[in-house]
Nanobody, 124 residues
């Protein structure tokens, strides 16, 4: 069983930056594809970014490309999401996710492990 705990959310003005972190309890963290999803009020969960097991390959949603950067530290069992040039439409609960099978997809159904989420609010 993999436990994921997010941190770093908060309130920021438009144009500002935040860094989200996710810590995993799994001893095999380096074998998982990990990523981030988000869910805004009244909307479905949306893929944000993912990173390969080694960290050598990343993929982003078009809505965040060029503004967000995902990274991981397998030695520390952590994955981070650096968010810059934030917009009010980035307001959502952000979830850290993990897939031990290594599938490199964007569908929420591919990720069996989810954190509890952290709120990000961007004011205009």
């Amino acid at each position: 069983q993999v436990q994921l705990v997010e941190s770093g959310g908060g309130l920021v003005q438009a144009g500002g930056s935040l860094r989200l972190s996710c810590a995993s309890s799994g001893r095999t963290f380096g074998t998982y594809v990990v990523g981030w999803f988000r869910q805004a009020p009244g909307k479905e969960r949306e893929f944000v970014a993912r990173i390969s097991r080694s960290g050598g390959s990343t993929y982003y949603a078009d809505s965040v490309k060029g503004r967000f950067t995902i990274s991981r530290d397998n030695a520390k069992n952590t994955v981070s999401l650096q968010m810059s040039s934030l917009k009010p439409e980035d307001t959502a609960v952000y979830y850290c996710v993990a897939d031990p099978t290594g599938r490199f997809g964007t569908s929420a159904s591919l990720y069996p492990y989810w954190g509890q989420g952290t709120q990000v609010t961007v004011s205009s």
